[in-house]
């Protein structure tokens, strides 16, 4: 096994995991097999009880895991399914030491940092490294480590004091450390300065680890006077100093690495040059350049309560750019803050409450996503009743299909106080209620969590055409309360499809308007399973309703005539991915029955 350590220095947030993410596309695209850990320094044990003001959104995996976002990238970008193990947190290892001790593994040894703590977390390492992602029953020929935090962080040191020991513990040619450092430009001075990644790299040295890798983020790509005096003061070949200039789309970096020949300098530190082949990128390049250069916008309006910061979001945009790209869209979010819609915002801020139903009222469709607690979820529901009444194309996940049926109730059957008992416990129409699993004291790991089947109840649904009229579907949820079981026949008489159940045929899963262009919603986070190569089916939908387009998508012959009749294009999108047309005639296969996407030239 190789591994690759990606760690971070000068400041946050520069980009480690999307860069991790970028230097296994790269590995991959040479027909290496590889896998993914993230490292998070904080002393939860997961990421599932932490706000996503505090921390962005919080990444749900088959095996019911919650885990930071990065993972999110890694998957996307690598098209692999991790497990929780591959999220280790200080939480964790303290937890797994602590346990160990309590059993009497340390035969009466004082347990301390160092050796119990970092040989748990080389141990960890090594026994996750082998658990196959990519679903062949080997281990990966790489694994690329991301260290959360920045080198000098006190929460960090004793993940890097284990790093620098594993490092030689499987020896030299099968460790590389890149380090993704600051290279600022002063507005003042005008120029690239190199001084803090000094700094950093003499940090970094210090405690023990020697990066052989520097990625270099930058406004403007470094200048080689800067890459030589890099070279110089933090003792890396100048060939192994890359730069990761700022970019619009992020599925430029591999490209990035590529041209600078990031794929050779790691194959020469890992001794990986006999087995390396030429990346093979074509297609992900395809799809990077047709993202730039879409011009026809889709405005998508994401009404939640965390709209200021956009990783709280993050899967749900990847998805909705997924399935822009797929339908040949520029996507334009607009965030409406759930609040700002209601009438309370009407009276204490006029301007704030016009704004948000102007930015709602100019959209092609709506989408309302996950959230906790009961803060603008009038706003929510207002956002639904909005898109129901005019027909706007709608998708509402999680929260956001409970809302939807809180608001087909009040609405269509007139039940005023209908509500979830999470916002009013006591409201006479319980139209959500709480799992009956469910744990009312902890909060962690008690929800109803991972990939789960949805059957399909409703052949000639929306939704089941566009998963391909598949029997079920497994998706990921995340969720303590649920449509209450009690009031389905009533809302179904009213004319509220539930499309899917779960296996008991008692958890309604997704719900449909049957005489409404494209009003869907689903318990489960569809955004977890969406691909660059495959958009997710209901974010494809919601894309291709508010295009205009929706019966291309959900009918596949319809979709094969059109690519016929179309003057024989070159390229065609299926699926989501690029694929070349031999002679000019369109190569339309198809995945499960049905076709994502359409053509480009």
């Given at each position: 096994?190789?591994y690759v350590l990606?760690t971070g220095?000068?400041?946050?947030g520069?980009g480690?995991?999307?860069?991790?993410s970028?230097?296994?596309?790269?590995l991959?695209a040479c027909?290496?097999?590889?896998?993914?850990?993230k490292i998070?320094?904080y002393l939860?044990?997961d990421a599932?009880t932490?706000?996503p003001?505090?921390?962005?959104e919080v990444?749900?995996?088959d095996d019911g895991?919650?885990?930071?976002?990065?993972?999110?990238?890694?998957?996307?970008?690598?098209?692999?399914?991790l497990?929780r193990?591959?999220n280790i947190?200080?939480?964790?290892?303290?937890?797994?030491?602590i346990?160990k001790?309590r059993?009497?593994?340390?035969?009466?040894?004082t347990v301390?940092?160092?050796?119990h703590?970092t040989?748990?977390?080389q141990d960890?390492i090594?026994?996750?490294?082998?658990i196959p992602?990519?679903g062949?029953?080997d281990?990966a020929?790489v694994?690329?480590?991301?260290?959360?935090g920045t080198?000098g962080?006190?929460e960090s040191?004793?993940?890097i004091?284990?790093l620098g020991q594993f490092?030689y513990?499987?020896?030299?040619?099968n460790?590389?450390?890149?380090?993704?450092s600051l290279?600022?430009?002063l507005?003042?001075?005008?120029e690239?300065?190199?001084?803090?990644t000094q700094?950093?790299?003499?940090?970094?040295?210090?405690l023990?680890?020697?990066?052989?890798?520097l990625?270099?983020?930058s406004?403007?790509?470094l200048?080689?006077?800067v890459?030589?005096?890099?070279?110089?003061?933090?003792?890396?070949p100048l060939?192994?100093?890359f730069?990761?200039?700022?970019?619009?789309?992020?599925?430029?970096i591999p490209l990035?690495?590529?041209e600078?020949?990031?794929h050779?300098a790691?194959?020469?530190v890992?001794?990986?040059?006999?087995?390396?082949?030429e990346p093979?990128?074509?297609?992900?390049?395809?799809?990077?350049?047709?993202?730039?250069?879409?011009?026809?916008?889709?405005?998508?309006?994401v009404?939640g309560?965390?709209t200021g910061?956009?990783?709280?979001?993050?899967?749900v945009?990847?998805?909705l750019?997924?399935?822009?790209?797929a339908?040949?869209k520029?996507?334009?979010?607009d965030?409406?803050?759930?609040?700002?819609?209601?009438?309370?915002?009407?009276?204490?801020?006029p301007?704030?409450?016009?704004?948000a139903?102007k930015?709602?009222?100019g959209?092609?469709?709506?989408l309302?996503?996950?959230?906790?607690?009961d803060?603008?979820v009038e706003?929510?529901i207002?956002a639904?009743?909005y898109a129901?009444?005019n027909?706007?194309p709608?998708?509402?996940?999680c929260l956001?299909m409970?809302?939807?049926v809180i608001?087909?109730?009040?609405s269509v059957?007139?039940l005023?106080?209908a509500?979830s008992?999470?916002?009013?416990?006591?409201?006479?129409?319980?139209c959500?209620?709480?799992?009956?699993?469910?744990?009312?004291?902890?909060m962690?790991?008690?929800?109803?969590l991972?990939?789960?089947?949805?059957?399909?109840?409703?052949?000639?649904?929306?939704?089941?055409?566009?998963y391909?009229?598949?029997t079920f579907?497994d998706e990921r949820h995340?969720h303590r309360?649920?449509v209450?079981?009690d009031?389905?026949?009533?809302?179904?008489?009213a004319?509220?499809s539930f499309a899917a159940?779960d296996e008991t045929g008692k958890?309604?899963?997704i719900?449909?308007?049957p005489?409404?262009p494209?009003f869907i919603?689903?318990?489960?986070?569809p955004?977890f399973?969406?691909?660059?190569?495959?958009?997710s089916?209901l974010?494809?939908g919601l894309?291709?309703a508010?295009?205009?387009e929706?019966?291309?998508v959900?009918?596949?012959?319809a979709v094969?005539?059109h690519?016929?009749?179309?003057?024989?294009?070159?390229?065609?999108?299926?699926?989501g991915?690029l694929k070349?047309s031999?002679?000019g005639v369109?190569?339309?296969?198809?995945n499960?029955?049905y076709?994502?996407?359409?053509?480009t030239?």
């Amino acid at each position: 096994m190789k591994y690759v350590l990606v760690t971070g220095g000068v400041v946050s947030g520069l980009g480690k995991g999307v860069t991790a993410s970028s230097i296994g596309v790269l590995l991959k695209a040479c027909g290496l097999r590889v896998t993914s850990i993230k490292i998070d320094p904080y002393l939860n044990t997961d990421a599932g009880t932490m706000s996503p003001f505090e921390h962005g959104e919080v990444f749900v995996l088959d095996d019911g895991g919650e885990v930071d976002l990065d993972l999110g990238n890694y998957e996307r970008f690598l098209d692999i399914k991790l497990t929780r193990d591959n999220n280790i947190t200080t939480g964790k290892i303290y937890q797994h030491v602590i346990a160990k001790e309590r059993k009497g593994d340390y035969l009466g040894k004082t347990v301390q940092v160092v050796p119990h703590v970092t040989d748990a977390i080389q141990d960890w390492i090594e026994r996750v490294a082998v658990i196959p992602v990519d679903g062949e029953e080997d281990p990966a020929d790489v694994c690329v480590i991301e260290l959360g935090g920045t080198i000098g962080d006190i929460e960090s040191a004793p993940f890097i004091e284990a790093l620098g020991q594993f490092s030689y513990r499987v020896g030299p040619g099968n460790f590389c450390l890149v380090h993704v450092s600051l290279v600022p430009v002063l507005n003042v001075v005008g120029e690239q300065k190199t001084k803090p990644t000094q700094h950093s790299v003499r940090g970094l040295r210090g405690l023990g680890l020697t990066p052989d890798i520097l990625a270099c983020r930058s406004t403007k790509a470094l200048e080689d006077n800067v890459k030589e005096k890099l070279a110089q003061f933090c003792h890396v070949p100048l060939e192994y100093i890359f730069t990761l200039y700022d970019i619009p789309n992020i599925w430029h970096i591999p490209l990035l690495l590529k041209e600078q020949k990031a794929h050779l300098a790691i194959s020469k530190v890992l001794n990986l040059a006999s087995i390396l082949k030429e990346p093979s990128l074509g297609e992900w390049t395809s799809r990077a350049e047709l993202c730039d250069n879409l011009h026809v916008p889709v405005r998508i309006a994401v009404v939640g309560k965390y709209t200021g910061l956009s990783d709280a979001y993050l899967s749900v945009l990847k998805a909705l750019l997924h399935a822009s790209v797929a339908c040949r869209k520029k996507l334009v979010v607009d965030w409406v803050p759930a609040c700002d819609l209601e009438k309370e915002t009407e009276k204490e801020n006029p301007d704030a409450y016009k704004a948000a139903w102007k930015l709602l009222k100019g959209v092609d469709g709506v989408l309302v996503p996950g959230g906790f607690g009961d803060r603008g979820v009038e706003g929510k529901i207002l956002a639904a009743k909005y898109a129901r009444e005019n027909k706007i194309p709608f998708l509402g996940i999680c929260l956001g299909m409970q809302i939807a049926v809180i608001e087909f109730a009040r609405s269509v059957l007139s039940l005023h106080d209908a509500n979830s008992t999470e916002f009013k416990p006591e409201t006479k129409h319980p139209c959500i209620i709480f799992m009956p699993e469910g744990s009312r004291t902890h909060m962690g790991g008690t929800m109803r969590l991972g990939s789960r089947k949805s059957f399909f109840n409703v052949k000639d649904s929306k939704s089941a055409k566009l998963y391909g009229n598949k029997t079920f579907v497994d998706e990921r949820h995340r969720h303590r309360y649920e449509v209450n079981p009690d009031m389905v026949e009533r809302l179904e008489k009213a004319g509220l499809s539930f499309a899917a159940k779960d296996e008991t045929g008692k958890r309604m899963e997704i719900i449909e308007l049957p005489n409404h262009p494209f009003f869907i919603g689903a318990q489960f986070h569809p955004e977890f399973k969406s691909r660059p190569g495959k958009a997710s089916p209901l974010f494809l939908g919601l894309i291709a309703a508010s295009c205009g387009e929706l019966d291309t998508v959900m009918n596949p012959a319809a979709v094969h005539q059109h690519l016929i009749s179309s003057n024989c294009p070159k390229n065609v999108f299926v699926n989501g991915s690029l694929k070349k047309s031999p002679n000019g005639v369109a190569d339309v296969r198809y995945n499960n029955g049905y076709c994502n996407g359409l053509y480009t030239r």
